[in-house]
């Protein structure tokens, strides 16, 4: 008898995680990618994927300079970020995370609004703290 799987997705999640850690950036969006539609209404997979294009933005940016990282990655992070928040309005780190990406794409009053949000659904968290953080910097 073949084990059932009650989590779809979850080999992928954990080879994404692993290419996220050794900066696989490829090999972890399609893990990404894989993972989000194997549970398309899961906020959680969704905020993954846009936490892994975010990531390799960064990486780019760090890697050559923030002008010639590809925007078409924080287009399509901001595009999973509000997948995950239509999902789940309350998702403060998707709130944090797409609040970045905003202010990258120079959206800095769709920024300010995505800090208060993290703010307030964050509570205490470091998230909110972060959050609080890059709304003084608009």
């Not at 059932?4 to 893990?31: K, S, Y």
């Amino acid at each position: 008898a073949q084990a059932r799987d009650d989590h779809p997705g979850h080999t992928e999640r954990l080879a994404m995680l692993m290419a996220v850690g050794e900066q696989r950036w490829e090999d972890a969006l399609a893990a990404a990618e894989v993972v989000a539609l194997s549970a398309p209404g899961d906020a959680s997979r969704w905020y993954d994927l846009g936490a892994v294009r975010w990531q390799w933005f960064l990486s780019s940016a760090e890697a050559s300079s923030v002008n010639a990282a590809p925007r078409t990655l924080l287009v399509s992070a901001e595009a999973a970020f509000s997948r995950a928040l239509q999902l789940d309005p309350r998702h403060f780190r998707a709130h944090l995370l797409i609040g970045h990406v905003q202010a990258s794409l120079g959206q800095m009053e769709k920024a300010a609004n995505s800090f208060r949000a993290c703010i307030r659904w964050g509570g205490n968290s470091a998230e909110a703290i972060k959050a609080q953080a890059g709304l003084s910097q608009l």
